[in-house]
């Protein structure tokens, strides 16, 4: 065997060096002197071979190779308007009993799930049952539980509005932290509530009758105008508590707050007066947001901050024409005994 390999190799060599260089000659013997000549010829063969593919084309089209009966149906398909689609009937729960009994379990299901069914009626039974009370399954709330105690507020949404998916979310998590105590045998109470809002809402309500009647706070008076708020306050308030009741909240709603209800208000004068006392909250002189609209100081939270290159000239509500601003003006302090005066000038590039 190694003899045979051996002379086999010797024997390929030389074929594979002769059929190398005999490669290499009719390659070389292939190409042209004239390169211009060579492109020449390279363009005409691609014009040729693409005219070529005109003449193919054209002929298939000229044989109409296609069958009539496919071009009939295209043609119906696109004559045919686009049906639009079938709403889906949603599914409601109809009551057959009084608002707060049990839901009849019973009924046969809709084909598809609709959570307006599936939610109907269950949480007006949860209230008139007193699920969510601190009472409920003893005699009071005040009964010392061994199991031990929680309870929590909802942090007040602005009754400027309508919650959203924030509201929403904290919720959820507070809900699920206070269903889990009450399952732990604990006594819990998750208490609802809104906030007044303040500035904000005063706002709001005069945006509002500014718009519906042409009227300001001012016009309609002090009192007038603390009716007007609490209109406001039991409309918007009662949408908030609607949404916390779809959303299967498990409040406790014969204990709801507002914040600027008397008890509330008492207990805030009372820590106001106790921080006085300490010294923790006092009067002094301090530079604050002015508001020229509403009259009054506001927070820093509600100030739009500006960034002013020098001098410039704002709008100010309640003037009527443009007020300067990020330029202090120069003033002249007289010097004691000396009877002359020194003035001092200072600008500003933002206010």
Request: charge should be positive; glycine fraction near 6%.
């Amino acid at each position: 065997c190694v003899r045979m390999q051996h002379w086999i190799s010797r024997l390929w060599n030389p074929i594979s060096r002769s059929f190398r260089v005999q490669q290499r000659v009719s390659s070389l013997s292939g190409m042209s002197s004239d390169p211009a000549r060579d492109a020449e010829k390279r363009k005409a063969a691609k014009e040729a071979k693409k005219q070529a593919k005109l003449e193919k084309f054209a002929k298939k089209k000229e044989a109409n190779l296609f069958p009539k009966e496919s071009k009939a149906k295209t043609s119906e398909k696109s004559e045919k308007k686009p049906q639009p689609k079938k709403k889906e009937e949603i599914a409601e729960y109809e009551l057959t009993h009084s608002l707060g009994s049990k839901k009849d379990v019973l009924r046969p299901l809709p084909d598809s799930y609709h959570p307006k069914y599936v939610e109907a009626a269950w949480y007006a039974w949860w209230e008139k049952e007193g699920f969510f009370k601190p009472e409920y399954g003893r005699s009071n709330a005040h009964e010392e539980n061994p199991k031990g105690t929680f309870m929590i507020c909802i942090p007040p949404p602005n009754v400027t509005g309508s919650l959203h998916l924030g509201h929403a979310l904290t919720a959820s998590i507070q809900d699920s932290l206070t269903r889990w105590h009450r399952m732990r045998g604990e006594t819990t109470l998750f208490n609802p509530g809104c906030d007044h809002a303040g500035i904000a809402t005063q706002v709001v309500v005069e945006k509002k009758l500014a718009k519906e009647r042409g009227i300001s706070r001012h016009d309609l008076g002090r009192d007038a105008f603390v009716d007007e708020v609490w209109k406001w306050k039991n409309e918007k308030g009662d949408r908030i508590y609607h949404q916390l009741r779809r959303m299967g909240g498990s409040y406790d709603w014969d204990r709801v707050c507002f914040t600027m209800d008397s008890k509330l208000s008492q207990a805030v004068e009372e820590s106001f007066i106790q921080l006085h006392d300490e010294g923790i909250i006092y009067r002094s002189n301090r530079l604050v947001n002015w508001s020229c609209k509403l009259n009054s100081a506001i927070s820093d939270i509600e100030v739009d901050k500006k960034e002013l290159e020098g001098r410039t000239m704002l709008s100010v509500p309640n003037y009527d024409e443009k007020i300067e601003f990020g330029v202090l003006v120069s003033f002249a302090y007289p010097v004691a005994d000396s009877g002359t005066v020194t003035s001092v000038q200072h600008s500003v590039k933002s206010s």
